[in-house]
């Protein structure tokens, strides 16, 4: 049944890319959607997160997603019958709606424009609101939802990641829902990484274009549940998945000087040593009692508000003054 539902997402999403209009193709996130969303296989870890939230989205719910690439909002409303699922992101200048209409189409309506009306429109409306999640106050008051999802954005800010913790603890009710997902510094595909003189990190380039979205830092299994305690969050479910790979593009290869440019003898002889080394790697953290678990490429997180922040500047993922 939740394959059956995921093809019909699929084939959905795939019809807007082919009838983007200019609201599509200028949004951020959604002019690369095709290559974002299929080629790069995002769309099935969101899949993934979908199938573990679905069952909190009771119609009384209120949703919102921090960071938000707007797909991930659509697919609840799609999906549930929650009434209200709202992004929260940086890259927009002001309010808006972001419309997902039946035929495939877009639009974007700004809600300060005295001429907006979306009462006629048939699709589905995800209200998007400006904020600088590193540095700002989630435009919404105390205890006004009931889950917040945060999907590949704590990596990316460059300010201070406690501000959306302890945003996301204020804006939360009492035992309310928070789903995040990052990129696992723990990886075994890190580990075979700096073994091969490589860059440790999932996403290492330095972008030349600052307003650009680069991995500013990548976190460890510890910091994340350092992170979270220190917000007032109870981990209820704490998992690490690795990236889908696939001919069209393979995440742990696209960044490996060794790889760039190789022909496919040379290809397939690289990708014969990776497997050699990821295998040797598995037998040594083995021999010398380390787990295998939260070993995979990225980190996910279940966890509930039960409390108030406890500890805003957490060590060590901020300085202690005195050292």
């Known amino acids: 049944m939740l394959h059956e539902r995921n093809e019909q997402i699929k084939v959905k999403l795939k019809r807007m890319i082919e009838k983007f209009d200019d ?6 996130m959604l002019r690369s959607f095709d290559d974002y969303l299929f080629h790069r296989k995002h769309l099935d870890r969101l899949l993934y997160m ?14 919102a997603d921090l960071g938000s690439n707007i797909v991930f909002p659509y697919l609840v409303r799609l999906c549930s019958v929650v009434q209200v699922c709202d992004g929260i992101a940086w890259n927009f200048g002001r309010c808006e709606h972001f419309i997902f209409r039946e ?9 300060d424009d005295p001429n907006t009306d979306i009462g006629e429109e048939s699709g589905i409306l995800v209200p998007i609101h400006h904020c600088d999640l590193s540095r700002d106050q989630i435009p919404y008051g105390n205890a006004s939802f ?4 945060c999907y590949e954005t704590l990596e990316h800010l460059r300010c201070d990641p406690m501000n959306l913790m302890s945003e996301a603890n204020r804006t939360l009710k009492s035992e309310g829902i928070f789903m995040l997902t990052t990129p696992n510094a723990n990886s075994i595909s890190n580990l075979t990484r700096m073994i091969r003189y490589e860059s440790p990190n999932f996403y ?7 307003d650009s979205i680069e991995h500013v830092k990548e976190y460890s299994i510890q910091e994340i549940r350092l992170l979270f305690e220190s917000a007032g969050f109870e ?24 790889y760039l440019d190789a022909d496919e003898p040379t290809l397939q002889k690289l990708r014969a040593q990776d497997d050699e080394l ?16 939260y070993r995979g490429d990225y980190i996910l997180v279940f966890a509930k508000k039960v409390s108030d922040v406890k500890d805003r500047y957490c060590f060590p993922i901020y300085e202690k003054s005195e050292l």
């Open 146 to 149: 009931d889950i917040l999802t």
């Open 204 to 210: 290492p380039p330095y972008n030349q274009y600052m």
């Open 278 to 293: 990821k295998h040797a790697v598995m037998q040594l953290l083995a021999k010398d009692g380390f787990s295998h678990q």
């Open 23 to 28: 609201a599509g193709m200028s949004n951020h």
């Open 235 to 258: 981990i209820i479910r704490l998992e690490t998945f690795d990236h889908v790979n696939s001919n069209e593009f393979n995440h742990n290869e696209a960044y490996q000087i060794n």
């Open 50 to 63: 979908l199938d573990l939230l679905l069952p909190y989205c009771q119609s009384d719910k209120r949703i």
């Open 103 to 111: 035929d495939g189409t877009t639009s974007i309506t700004p809600l």
